[in-house]
Each structure stands twice: as structure tokens, then as C-alpha cells.
């Protein structure tokens, strides 16, 4: 059955330092990834996506994940974080034998610190 | 694009009343979802539509849940006979048709509080 693993549940990082957010997935062949990130009373907002082809996909706000399949992982990037990242971060699973719902983690709760 | 709309975007009732949803996907979506959301959980799937067709369904649909999409459109969730359990927000979501792979518009959800 496809999962999705987030180890972290809480993060917190000083601003201006890098980020990186765990996602682990368990799908018998490639999946369709997806990170969303979801503020305070709010619905979730797609980050970036994989399907295929190059593994470093970027996204909007300045965040980056890599497929790495032998690690069955796709992990979030930010160089630089800005007090705004603040939030809780979403990693998804998609396949096309999943009835075309998504499996999501149980997501990664980001603070950051003046 | 004026992004997937959820009416109300609170609702607090009683246990044992019934309530109804709304969502008004992207208008050229041709696909409709709803998840389940509680405190310190991911989204968790409920149903999808492919325009009026409800082609879904999962375990957590239990028969207090019915969702009706009837023009293609526009789609209702209603709780009949609602329980403590069922506090959470609701969240709509919409897709393109076609291929699996089209990532998933969120709306900012219903909140559903249970007295």
C-alpha cells in the first residue's frame, strides 16, 4: 500500500539558515510527489511536483526537492529561510493506480526564529 | 482563476444535527476531491468526482456521509447525524482531468466544530 513518512514532526530554525524537510514514501513504482505547505486556518498550497525526468525540481518561494529513488525519498530545500516559511509543510504521494486520491503525511510543523 | 471556494468556512453545531458543505472547484477542473483533515494529521481522502460521477469512495465514507456533485460543478458533502468524532476541517480540492499526475488545488477548507 502506498504511505508517506515525515519523521519530523516539529522543526525550528533561525532565519536565514537552510532548511531541509524528510519525506519518505513507500509505492511499488515511480510516484508522482508532491510538497504542499499549508498555513493557520488555511487550505494547502502546492510548493513543487515530480513526475519524471530531472530529480531537483523547484518551486515556488524559493524551495527545491530531489527524487532520490533509492532512498525512496523526496526531501524539501530552502537555502535561506524567511520568518514567512512558518507553517506546516506537506508531503503527498500520487500514482495512477491509487484511484487518483493523494496520501499525504502527517506533515512537518515549521517555526523559525528572529 | 479565481482558486477552489468552501462555504462555510466555520460551522458549529450540535451532535445529532445534519450540516452541508459547499465547493466550487476551478471552473475547467473536471475533477473533485474531499479530504478530511484533524489536529496534527495530513488530509486524508473521503471521495473524488470525475464531473457528476462520484468514481470513489473511501472506508471513512461512512453512510452519515453523502456527496453529490450534480452538474459537473459545484459539489455538497452532508453529515447526517453528526458525532464528536466527525469535528475536523473539511477540505475541497480540484484537479484536471485526464492523467493522474495533475496536482491537487486546495481550498482554505469548512471547520467543523461538534458541541
Known amino acids: 500500500a502506498q504511505s508517506v513518512t515525515q519523521p519530523d514532526i516539529h522543526i525550528t530554525v533561525s532565519e536565514g539558515a537552510s532548511l531541509e524537510l524528510r519525506c519518505n514514501y513507500s509505492?511499488?513504482?515511480?510516484?508522482?510527489l508532491f510538497w504542499y505547505v499549508q498555513s493557520p486556518g488555511q487550505g494547502l498550497q502546492l510548493l513543487l511536483k515530480?513526475?519524471?525526468?530531472?530529480?531537483l525540481v523547484q518551486g515556488i518561494k524559493g524551495f527545491e526537492a530531489e527524487f532520490k529513488r533509492s532512498q525512496s525519498s523526496f526531501n524539501l530545500r530552502k537555502p535561506s529561510v524567511h520568518w514567512s516559511d512558518a507553517a506546516e509543510y506537506f508531503c503527498?504521494?500520487?500514482?495512477?493506480?491509487?484511484?487518483?486520491?493523494?496520501?499525504f503525511g502527517t506533515g512537518t510543523s515549521l517555526t523559525v526564529i528572529p | 482563476d479565481t482558486g477552489v471556494s468552501q462555504d462555510p468556512r466555520h460551522k458549529i453545531t450540535k451532535r445529532g444535527q445534519n450540516v452541508t458543505f459547499r465547493c466550487d472547484p476551478i471552473?475547467?477542473?473536471?475533477?473533485l476531491y474531499w479530504y478530511r483533515q484533524t489536529l496534527g494529521q495530513g488530509p486524508e481522502f473521503l471521495t473524488y468526482?470525475?464531473?457528476?460521477?462520484?468514481?470513489?469512495k473511501s472506508r471513512l465514507l461512512s453512510d452519515r456521509f453523502s456527496a453529490e456533485r450534480p452538474k459537473g460543478s459545484f459539489s455538497t458533502l452532508e453529515i447526517q447525524r453528526t458525532e464528536q468524532g466527525d469535528s475536523a476541517m473539511y477540505l475541497c480540492?480540484?484537479?484536471?482531468?485526464?492523467?493522474?499526475?495533475?496536482?491537487?488545488?486546495f481550498g482554505d477548507g469548512t471547520r467543523l466544530s461538534i458541541l
Open positions: 503527498a504521494v500520487g500514482a495512477s493506480n491509487t484511484g487518483n486520491q493523494f496520501y
Open positions: 480540492a480540484s484537479s484536471l482531468t485526464g492523467v493522474s499526475n495533475q496536482p491537487q488545488h
Open positions: 471552473s475547467e477542473h473536471n475533477r
Open positions: 509505492y511499488g513504482a515511480t510516484p508522482y
Open positions: 515530480y513526475f519524471s525526468g530531472d530529480t
Open positions: 468526482f470525475q464531473n457528476e460521477a462520484q468514481l470513489e
